[in-house]
């Protein structure tokens, strides 16, 4: 029993998709920068940077070797101004690969990408009885989600998305 609710969490954690010859298996990985704690500024005491990055699995379950194909790669953000509720393009970006015909596969790991914000904070001034706090709003960049694709020429062979109303971003 603890062996099939293992597989189907990890079935839930990774994202997979087919779309032609090629399915992709998707693995969002992060780490938080350390802050440093030298600075005697508040801002950027509060300031969170969140590294991100893809670990792609692509498989080709064709009888032919795909050779020269290209891999496109976008990670959305969420703007945080207040009053934008926006999600933007972050970095996007495309290689090359080849992969091996009859289920063979290869891993792949798109560059990382360091996302900024500054969560909703209280910043205090001056001391003792005139001590002053201030709310300051949440800003920056905090990770949204990916769109990935393989394509051959114009032909898209396989794409995963992590959430489909990014799609509309797309455009």
Known sequence: MKIHLSILCSLLLATVASAGTVSLTV???????????????????AEVTRIQ????????????????VTLKWIMFASNLRRG???????KSGEM??????NGRYIDVATPKVAFVYTPTHTETSGSGRRVRAKEVEETGHK??????????????????????????ELK
């Open 96 to 101: 090359k690969i080849s992969i091996d015909s």
């Open 143 to 168: 990770y949204h989600g990916y769109y990935v694709q393989v394509l051959n020429g114009d032909a898209v062979l396989g794409e995963a998305i992590s959430n489909e109303a990014l799609r509309k």
């Open 27 to 45: 693995k969002v990985e992060g780490e938080k920068k350390p802050v440093d704690k030298t600075t005697k500024d508040q801002k950027k005491l």
């Open 84 to 90: 934008s509720d926006s999600t933007v393009v972050e």
């Open 53 to 68: 990055w893809l670990n792609l699995h692509i498989t080709n379950s064709s009888g032919t070797k795909l050779e020269g």
